[in-house]
């Protein structure tokens, strides 16, 4: 059974279910996390202390409300549109990413947090 996670930074509430991986498995096992929200384009990352190699599935384009692990810079990343290394409409991030699962509601309010804001992501509960 897929494993939900709760993601909150101000006023952004929602859940998202991740997939069956084994980085996923690891991902689940460190939460809770707290960061600090950054954007690159239409990503939405934060810093994690999570230390983890690419696996076999890592990739170079993901899909609107994905959220993937990026290994060089040990981050959580939310996509939701093209960032700065996009090739038209595509949604590219800076290097290959580990796929985690993908955000079950509520994407189109991230672009309300700003940089800096606080970002929490816990083991699911109702929200």
Known sequence: MSKKINISAGEFLTTAT?????????????????????????ELFFSTSINMEEDDQSLEVVNIGDIAF?????????????????????IRPASKVNLLGSIDSQLSKIKNISAGTKILLSKYEEI
């Open 70 to 90: 990026w290994p060089p810079g040990s981050a959580f990343c939310i996509f939701w549109g093209p960032t700065p290394m996009s090739q038209g409409k595509e």
């Open 18 to 42: 991740l997939n069956n991986s084994s980085c996923s498995e690891k991902f689940y096992d460190s939460l809770p996390l707290e960061g600090s929200c950054q954007f690159w384009g239409d």
